[in-house]
């Protein structure tokens, strides 16, 4: 019933930036919270950046000064903007989403997009 397309995945140098995007799409009543989670080979998911409304973000620690996260509310899609990128951001990384559905509006569910590859190195 809610459908998330990532975007932007791939290659990029240490240094360099790149930026990803999810978009929501389905029988969407509100979204109360939006983030990114990342999972390496051997690794625990863990939660990259958050963003809840109106605005409130939070950050992993070892990602704060590089990266940004925002959220486009009338689109339903969330971003996050990587720079300075390090070998260790190296992972698959999930778009996550909040969100009531049409007709139930007394719950909120959870929605993982499908995984796009984010990889770091020269």
């Known amino acids: 019933q809610v459908q998330l397309e990532e975007s932007g995945g791939g290659l990029v140098h240490p240094g360099g930036s790149l930026r990803l995007s999810c978009e929501a799409s389905?029988?969407?009543?509100?979204?109360?919270?939006m983030a990114w989670y990342r999972q390496s080979p051997g690794k625990q998911r863990e939660l990259v950046a958050g963003?809840?409304?109106?605005?409130?973000?939070d950050y992993h620690d070892s990602v704060k000064g590089r990266f940004t996260i925002s959220a486009d509310n009338d689109k339903n899609v969330v971003t996050l903007q990587m720079n300075s990128m390090k070998p260790e951001d190296t992972a698959v990384y999930y778009c996550y989403f909040q969100a009531k559905l049409i007709g139930q509006s007394s719950i909120w569910s959870s929605y993982w997009g499908q995984g796009t590859q984010v990889t770091v190195s020269s």
């Open positions: 389905g029988n969407i009543l509100s979204i109360n919270y």
């Open positions: 963003i809840r409304r109106p605005m409130y973000t």
